[in-house]
């Protein structure tokens, strides 16, 4: 076999126990493009306060989504890597970004399985272009393929939050959830630091600079995330003609007190009801795998501020997971690969574009 494909996740802990949740939590917050912060600074405040203080509260989030096979994120990856496997001549298997299997560990395994491997493709669990999440997993396993000296090349899929067959995927996957009565889907994103959005403004000069800069065209929007979010939604809704008033937009997961991209999702969800929106919907498209972010955080969490605040009714649809669309999306990206006729694979990272000045505290 001369190709394969790899589905590059966030990943999760090994298991519930606090020790392990310790262990994933440092390695993804003492990533520099998730706590852009200068090193010192950062290892004081991610083993000294946020891993200690957050741990325990993580470990019990996870132990309400467990499942016997494991974290749902890691168990759906694998399902979905095996759905796509079953429609490409290629093999397709997993890696994650934070704990196992690292791309490291997987590009071995591959190699050793298909010693005649020539070109393998990567395809990010992530549809939007952000520093903490598209580029830490592309750039971690760019990272690694050139340590390892490995005999294949590696490419990656672009970000694909505009793509016709990812959106409807999407669509095709919330429309049966808007069929009976609603008033109001609201599409939650997971937030970033607005510092993050300013940072990969490879223009310096466009993003959050004015109200309507995610609808003005800019060279920022390659890697703008919060452009990219609006986009998927402004796609969804007109796609599925859902009116407006009727859709709402919003980020969630907050981390520390800096300013993250608003409205938040936690406060949407608390004042909705009070703007007589009883009956949400709710979608989330920054995710690829339903996780801890999408069952815990909005499906628990989430359900219970909106019923508490007075909502009547509260849905929420799934993930893309294995919806079949979705893996007909991708297996047509891997095809038109194989074909060398794809316009899908991403060149460059906004951290390479930036004046590298702005980058020296992620060191
Ligand atoms: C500064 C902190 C964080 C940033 C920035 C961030 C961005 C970001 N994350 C995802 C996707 C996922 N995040 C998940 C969990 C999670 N995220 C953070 C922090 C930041 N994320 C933490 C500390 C955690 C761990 C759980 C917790 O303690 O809250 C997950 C779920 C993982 C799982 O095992 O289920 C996903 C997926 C994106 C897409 C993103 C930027 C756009
Ligand atoms: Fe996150
Ligand atoms: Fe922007």
Redesign the pocket.
Known sequence: MKRAVVLMN????DSTDVKDVKRY?DE??MDGR??DKPLLFRAMLVKGVIVPF?APK?AE??KSIWTNEG???IVLSKQLAAALDGEVEEPVVIAMRYGTPSPKETFDALQAAHPGLEQVLLIPM?P?Y?M??YETAVEYAKEQHKEGRYRFRLDYIKPYYDNEDYLHALCESIRPHLEKDYDQILFSY?G??ER?IYKGDITGQHCMKSGACCDTPSAAHQYC?RHQCWVTTKEVAKRLAIPDGKWGFSFQ?R??RDPWLQPYTAQRLEQLPGEGVKKVVVACP??ISD???TLEEIAEEGKETFLHAGGESFDMIPCLNVHPLWVRAMARWVQEYALGKTDMLQRGSAHELVPKAKFTDLI
């Open positions: 966030l990943g999760s802990p939590l993804f917050l998730v706590i957050r993580s989030a996870y974290s749902p994120l992530y939007h952000a903490s999440s997971h970033v630091p993050h995330y997961s981390l520390g920054a995710f996780c801890l972010e």
